[in-house]
Structure formats: structure tokens, C-alpha cells
């Protein structure tokens, strides 16, 4: 006799299962479209006849059929971070598993990736990326050297205070805000100590450079996979990942013009430019490792790091060349999102990586994030023509490099060229001669 009650347990085990996979992916801040493709193979290999998922930024609904039982599912996913290890660990889990698992079998997997793939950077090497990744912004922003010096500091220190505040389970728009009102007067008390000190080198610090110091805070993953979501037409999860990054901008910039209104600090456009020999090594050098800061803010492994860091070198070169010979920077931002995003394809298809893995940190050096706080602070000062100007600028910029991005995957992965919408399991059950002894004609009447 068969026990149906073990059937269902073994049902609502697999649903469960193929549920928490679906969560630890977003929860890691990868975007809809591999969240759902990750459980729609997951829940193949245990033996579910169909799943169907909609997926939002906290939130995922499901619905698993197998034979003629279903059962829907709504997991809430309590904090959006980023953690590219996980990333990775869960989309091989998910590609390997073999048909035929268990879900007592992929629980055990989920639990093994949920205690052992953490944080591989310590406390201290993070901040040291963050510093080095807005040093590396200031540099490619034309900002001098000193600048960059001070701003290393000041992103390094507020980066420690996000960390701090992120562990304890603080709102995550109010970190932001601390944690850039941090940074902003790090960089503040510096360029003051400058000043006193005797030596001219220093005395040209104007405090300008704090913008470049609250760097560390774009919202990277999100700020792209929102439009690579919605590239696939599915807003669902794009509006609210876009929502949220604007979100955290707004929190960070506001912060900082506290901070320069108390101050009288102004993210004047600095006029600091490499020439010659120096242009190709500076830019390039700061690429690198602003990349690999920012790696290492994602958790990325070494492996990782290195990559995007080659991807995203070649692709920002390639852009500021085409900027620098006359191509509009809306262009050159397409350009370089496309580059990054086929060099990213290339490196991963042999490494069993996640091209998501090395696309966004490769992608994000050149995301126009100086332009989105000077928005925030002319619009606060008043000046609508200035802020709307930067606003401007970031916006086309962001929206032509995920558009390259977009562009490229469409290129490389068939599931992006073309779309094929499931048919219900329910069409075609009749034929036409069945139907055709109700004696009911639903077509427009003919005109006569």
C-alpha cells in the first residue's frame, strides 16, 4: 500500500529545499534571473515536475507542481547584501546536483555552504580595500595624489564603521548615512592637519576630494542587476533593487552634505590630469586595484578578484581612450560595459565561475559615482542647473553601462537573446473534433 503521507512529507521536504537555495542566492545578492534559474534545476534534479517562482529583492513566491499536487511558498529574505563566494558555491551546487537527489541530500549541501563559505576577508584587509578602491576613484576623478592619500583614510575609516553597524543589525539606509558622515569627516580633520603641516606639498588640499571618500557605498550588485532585471523585462525584481540603491545613494549623500554644510566643504570638479606615459599607467593601475578593493568589499575569491580585475582593466581603458578621443561618454560607457561583459563571459566559462561575479566588480570603477553625490548636494544647495546636470550624467552613465552589460549577455547566453514563456500544462488537453460537438463558435461573426 502506498503511504501517501510520505509522498507529501518528501514533497513539502523538496519544496522547502529548492526554497532556502532561492533565498541564500538573493540574500547574496545575485540577480532574479539566476535566482530563478537556480531553482527551477534544483527542483528538476529532485524530482519536481515544474516550479514556477517570482522573485522581488526581500522577497520569493513560488509554486512547485509534481503529479497533481502543488504547494506555493513566500520566503521573506530579512537583509540585501553582497557575498560573491556564496554566489559562486550555490550556482555550482545547483549546477551539479544530479537528478534523482533528495532534498534531505541538498539540505545538507545548503547547510555545509551556509557554515563554511563566509567571510574569507578579515575585518581589517576590508577596510584597506574599501580605502583603496575610493583612492583609486579619486585618481581616475582627477584627483591629485594627496587627495587620494586622504581619501584612502577617510573610506577606510567609514568602511569600518558600516561593518561595525551592518554586524549589530542596524538599518541598513542609516549605516549608510553614518558610515559616509564618517568617511566625509575623516577626510575633513585630515585635510585640516595638512594644512598645518609644513610642507607645501600639502597645503594644496582643498577638501574637495571628501566626495570620492563616500565612494565605497554605491550599491554596485544592486544598482546593475536592477536594469539587467528589467533588460529581461522583469520589473518585479528590477523596480525594487533600483528603488533600493537609489535609496542608499540618497542616505550616503545626504550624509555628506551634512557634513559640507557644516563645514563649507564643496565637490568642486577637481583639475588634477595624467599626461603622456603617465595617463596609460595611472588609469590603468588605479583600475586594477580599485577593482580588487572592491573584490574584496563583494567577498570574492583570489580567483575572482584577479579576473575582474583583468576584465574590468581592459574595458575602463578602452572607455577613457574613446572619451578621450571625442566619443560621447554615454557611448563610451556602452562600450565599456559590452567589453567587460564579454571579457567576463571569457573568463568564466572555463573556471566554472559566475559571470555575475566578475562583471559587476569589473563594472563598478566605472560607474559615475561622484557625478550622484554632487547631485544630491547642488540639488540641497539649491542650484537645480548643477544638480540636474550631474543627475544627468550619472543616470545616462549607469543606464549605458548595464545596457553594455545587457548587450553582451544577450550575445553569449541564449536564455537573454530569447525568451521562451512556459505553456500551461492545462492547453491543447482537447482536440478539435471534442470541441467541436459543443456546437459553440467563440470567432467574430463574418460580415455580411
Not at 537583509?79 to 551539479?96: F, H, M, P, Q, T
Not at 546536483?97 to 532534498?103: C, E, F, M, Q
Not at 568602511?159 to 553614518?178: D, S
Not at 557625478?371 to 550624467?393: E, K, P
Request: hydrophobic content about 50%.
Amino acid at each position: 500500500m502506498i503511504d501517501d503521507s510520505r509522498h507529501d512529507r518528501d514533497f513539502i521536504d523538496g519544496t522547502e529545499a529548492v526554497v532556502r537555495l532561492g533565498s541564500m542566492l538573493l540574500s547574496a545578492g545575485t540577480g532574479a534571473y539566476r535566482v530563478k534559474h537556480a531553482m527551477a534545476r534544483a527542483a528538476e534534479a529532485i524530482g519536481m515536475d515544474r516550479h514556477d517562482a517570482s522573485v522581488s529583492l526581500t522577497e520569493i513566491i513560488t509554486t512547485t507542481h509534481k503529479g497533481d499536487n502543488f504547494r506555493t511558498v513566500v520566503r521573506e529574505v530579512p537583509r540585501v547584501a553582497v557575498d560573491a563566494s556564496r554566489i559562486g558555491a550555490l550556482e555550482r551546487l545547483a549546477r551539479a546536483l544530479p537528478d534523482g537527489s533528495t532534498a534531505r541530500e541538498l539540505e545538507d549541501q545548503l547547510d555545509h555552504i551556509a557554515r563554511h563559505v563566509r567571510g574569507r576577508w578579515p575585518w581589517w584587509v576590508n577596510m584597506l580595500a574599501a580605502g583603496i578602491a575610493c583612492a583609486a576613484f579619486a585618481v581616475l576623478n582627477h584627483f591629485s595624489l594627496t587627495d587620494a592619500v586622504l581619501v584612502f583614510f577617510g573610506a577606510a575609516c567609514g568602511q569600518g564603521v558600516r561593518r561595525a553597524l551592518a554586524k549589530r543589525g542596524i538599518n541598513q539606509f542609516g549605516t549608510a548615512a553614518l558610515a559616509a558622515a564618517t568617511a566625509s569627516s575623516v577626510y575633513l580633520l585630515l585635510t585640516l592637519a595638512c594644512r598645518t603641516i609644513p610642507w607645501h606639498v600639502l597645503h594644496g588640499v582643498d577638501g574637495t576630494g571628501y566626495v570620492a571618500a563616500i565612494l565605497f557605498l554605491i550599491p554596485g550588485f544592486p544598482m546593475i542587476t536592477s536594469i539587467l532585471d528589467i533588460a529581461r523585462l522583469d520589473f518585479t525584481a528590477g523596480l525594487p533593487r533600483a528603488f533600493y540603491a537609489l535609496a542608499i545613494i540618497l542616505s550616503a549623500g545626504a550624509a555628506a552634505w551634512a557634513v559640507s554644510l557644516a563645514t563649507g566643504l564643496q565637490p568642486l570638479v577637481p583639475g588634477a590630469e595624467l599626461t603622456g606615459v603617465l595617463w596609460w599607467v595611472g588609469n590603468a593601475a588605479a583600475t586594477f586595484v580599485g577593482i580588487c578593493g572592491f573584490a574584496v568589499m563583494f567577498n570574492s575569491t583570489r580567483t575572482m578578484m584577479l579576473r575582474a580585475a583583468i576584465a574590468g582593466m581592459v574595458a575602463n581603458m578602452m572607455r577613457l581612450y574613446a572619451q578621450r578621443i571625442g566619443m560621447p561618454t554615454q557611448m563610451a560607457s556602452l562600450v565599456g560595459g559590452f567589453v567587460v561583459g564579454m571579457l567576463a563571459w571569457m573568463l568564466a566559462k572555463n573556471n566554472d565561475l559566475p559571470r555575475i561575479t566578475l562583471s559587476v566588480p569589473g563594472a563598478v570603477i566605472m560607474v559615475p559615482g561622484t557625478s550622484m553625490y554632487r547631485t544630491m548636494y547642488w540639488f540641497n544647495a539649491h542650484d537645480i542647473t548643477q544638480s540636474l546636470a550631474y543627475g544627468t550624467d550619472a543616470l545616462v552613465g549607469v543606464m549605458a553601462l548595464a545596457a553594455g552589460l545587457a548587450v553582451a549577455r544577450m550575445c553569449t547566453d541564449p536564455g537573454w537573446t530569447m525568451v521562451r514563456w512556459r505553456r500551461s500544462p492545462h492547453a491543447f488537453l482537447s482536440s478539435d473534433a471534442e470541441f467541436a460537438k459543443r456546437d459553440i463558435d467563440y470567432s467574430a461573426p463574418s460580415d455580411e
